[in-house]
Nanobody, 124 residues
């Protein structure tokens, strides 16, 4: 059974940094797409960043380019999201997701596995 478990969320002031982790178990995603999405109250789930595990191909939403970095640790089967220069509009629940394929999609419906999420709150 595949499990994705996020950690690292919390509260931070504007301009601060947080690092999120997503530990995968039940299978390895050595050639698959993994991604981070976020969802604020009353809004749709929004693409943040995606990574193809084997090639390190990355994709970012325009709103986070230059501030967020997605990466992975193969040995730990763990996905990361380093978030710098945080803004109040980054406040949301952040969700890790993985796909059985390897194409980096920005649509949440294209992903097969989801974690429970971790909350990030940025205050001014």
């Amino acid at each position: 059974q595949v499990q994705l478990v996020e950690s690292g969320g919390g509260s931070v002031q504007v301009g601060g940094s947080l690092s999120l982790s997503c530990a995968a178990s039940g299978r390895t995603f050595s050639n698959n797409a993994m991604a981070w999405f976020r969802q604020a109250p009353g809004k749709d789930r929004e693409f943040v960043a995606a990574l193809r595990w084997s090639t390190s191909t990355r994709s970012y939403a325009d709103s986070v380019k230059g501030r967020f970095t997605i990466s992975r640790d193969n040995a730990k089967n763990t996905l990361y999201l380093q978030m710098n220069s945080l803004k109040p509009e980054d406040t949301a629940g952040y969700y890790c997701t993985a796909d059985n394929g390897f194409v980096l999609f920005a649509a949440a419906s294209r992903y097969d596995y989801w974690g429970q999420g971790t909350q990030v709150t940025v205050s001014s």
